[in-house]
């Protein structure tokens, strides 16, 4: 008998909030229509990393987006800390020593995502940056070091994902943040899809902040969502 995962799980709801209380107040509002909450820089500055331990307790997922870059030591021993903290996903940049180092330093239980490309990054910001492959080819590259180093999945825009998946094969995981319902402003992402089209591009899950955080009704926001990644 096969055990159709909970399509609940495909969306992650980002706390990008400025304060754990306002983070438990939205997770209460939202209920059960969602599973998977991310945490990043703003939250986790301010308390997050130890609500991630208590969702993770609650038995939600929790998405550590810290995208851990330094020399190879500091990351892998980031990374064994970060894997006490019950969380199911952690995000480093896509260099490759930074990759093998949080290869060998993680945990059972938590999967590592490679950040290709930051979605707000087009051509220009790129170039300004002093990379010399436009965006398309420096993810495609990426990708596919990281497929060889063993990471468990990668973070990418939906723009990017078809070619993503033919690079790293069926078993890693695609993650997309700049997802936008139909009709919602892009912010200050530059690279954007609808979660009906992210799902029929391959995509394993889909990271959406504000739409959910700034709606009036944040619960009918989520299961919107979840009906159309289903």
């Known amino acids: 008998m096969t055990v159709r995962a909970d399509p609940r799980d495909r969306l992650i709801v980002a706390l990008d909030l400025p304060s754990v209380a306002e983070a438990e107040a939205l997770i209460d509002r939202i209920g059960d229509a969602a599973t998977f909450y991310k945490i990043g820089y703003r939250l986790g500055y301010a ?3 130890a609500l991630a331990e208590r969702l993770a307790a609650r ?3 929790v998405f550590l987006d810290l995208k851990l870059h330094d020399i190879g030591n500091t990351v892998e021993e980031g990374v064994r800390s970060a894997s006490g903290l019950g ?3 952690l995000t480093v940049h896509a260099y490759p020593q930074t990759m093998r180092a949080a290869v060998r330093g993680r945990g059972a239980g938590l999967k590592i995502l490679a950040v290709t490309v930051l979605t707000s ?5 790129a170039a300004e940056a002093g990379y010399g492959l436009p965006v398309a080819e420096l993810v495609a590259k990426r990708a596919a070091q990281a497929a060889e180093i063993g990471v ?3 973070v990418c825009s939906a ?6 998946r033919r690079i790293v094969g069926p078993d890693r995981l695609i993650v997309t943040p700049g997802i936008r319902p139909a009709g919602a402003e892009a912010g200050d992402q530059k690279r954007v899809m609808t979660p009906g089209d992210a ?4 995509i394993d899950h889909v990271v959406v902040g504000r739409p959910i955080t700034g709606a009036a009704d944040p619960r009918a926001v989520a299961q919107a969502i979840v009906a159309e990644l289903a």
């Open 59 to 61: 038995g939600l997922k």
């Open 152 to 154: 468990d999945g990668l």
């Open 199 to 202: 799902r029929k591009v391959g």
């Open 159 to 164: 723009a990017e994902a078809a070619s993503v």
């Open 47 to 49: 308390g997050g990393l």
């Open 87 to 89: 969380a199911t996903f």
């Open 121 to 125: 990054y087009d051509d220009a910001d």
